[in-house]
């Protein structure tokens, strides 16, 4: 698994991305329980994930409603099948608001344009 941390902050939050190839919903559970395995990650107040396998989408919000859509959408736009992006959170004590959206799309680029390409 490919982690980038510190990806951003905003008003205390801060934001890491990670990812990995996948095939299987197993293989997702395998990738998030390797990354909880770091108890800062397992501490984040959010692990949003997707992934779009052979069969269908999959997506978890974590408790970051709409943020699995986010990641989702823009894995459709890349063609990236077969592979699950974490976008993690710690909430830092002040709501974002619709800036929460960006955030998770600023933190999948940052994913697609260092490890993807």
């Known amino acids: ?11 205390g939050s801060k934001y890491a991305i990670s990812g990995v190839a996948v095939t299987t919903r197993d293989d997702i559970q395998a990738a998030l329980k390797h990354l909880c395995r770091n108890k800062k990650f397992a501490r984040a107040t959010h692990n949003t ?22 990641i989702l959408r823009m894995l459709e736009r890349e063609g990236l099948t ?15 608001g619709g800036d929460r959206f960006r955030h998770v799309q600023d933190c999948v680029r940052h994913y697609l344009d260092h490890k993807h390409r």
Not at 1 to 11: K, P, S
Not at 86 to 91: D, N, Q
């Open 1 to 11: 698994m490919e982690i980038f941390e510190n990806v951003l902050t905003d008003r």
């Open 49 to 70: 994930w997707a992934a779009i396998l052979d069969d269908a989408p999959i997506k978890n919000d974590d408790g970051e409603a709409g943020a699995g859509m986010v």
């Open 82 to 96: 077969n592979h699950v992006i974490v976008v993690t959170r710690w909430y830092g004590g002040k709501h974002l």
